[in-house]
């Protein structure tokens, strides 16, 4: 007995029609519903990965995708109707996609899986490992500093949404914020230049606004690790590779 006839049951009604024919329980198996099946998950996956996640800081622009049909037609002239009104949908996403893609190098973050990856039309240049925020939640026990800083808790996350280089650094000097105080549970210093630290970003800081930046890391061996407080961390030889093909304006696509 074939295996596969044990899933039957679980089967919307549309899906186990297709299913009987192809095992010749049914009137003969026909290419048309693969193929209009594949359409459909192909368009489906591409029109979420263009609206996005739903979850962003910036909008991202939005178009109207293709309906895709919901049943599949039991009869051959039914099946070659929608097989032909799926292609045409498929050549005019094909075009959007085409549309919107970058035709410079851009760079795409998931930070998900913690990896970046440099990409020229539909081709990956170079994929690299980062590490993006945590999500950790930090709440400020001192009452006192938290009113005179008008903020009582930090979310270390990286925003996800359409960004581009705004700016781009060598030799990168932080400016600890007052976040990186509390954390250490150090008293926050009474002098601006005592904020200043070397070092610790890298060789190169590519910023894309309201603070977050792809930059280096003092900590290696945690790439791959969702472990920073919003920012994209990369490894020495990663942030050289974005350095060289990232020029200001190139567009950040993190999801």
Known sequence: MDARADAAPYLSPAARRL?????????????????????????????ISLVGTGYSYNRITQFEHPRIPTEVASDPSGLSKQLKELRAKHKQLESTL????????????????????IRKGEESIHTAVCSAGSGYVLK???????????KDTYVFD????????????ERPVWKKPDWAYYEEGKPLPRSDSDRFETGVLGKYALH????????????KSMLGRSVSHGCIRLGTEDLQMVWESAPIGTPVYIY
């Open 19 to 47: 299913y009987e024919r192809s095992q010749g329980r049914a009137t003969p198996a026909s290419p048309l519903p693969r193929v209009l099946i594949f359409a459909g998950a192909f368009l489906g996956l591409s029109a």
């Open 98 to 117: 085409a549309a919107k893609t970058p035709k410079q190098a851009y760079l795409v973050i998931d930070q998900t899986q913690n990896r970046l990856y």
């Open 140 to 150: 400020v026990e001192d009452e006192k500093a938290a009113k005179k800083s008008g």
């Open 158 to 169: 990286t925003p996800r949404g359409v960004y581009k280089i705004l700016r781009r650094v």
């Open 208 to 219: 894309l606004g309201d603070g977050y930046m792809i930059h280096g890391t003092l900590y």
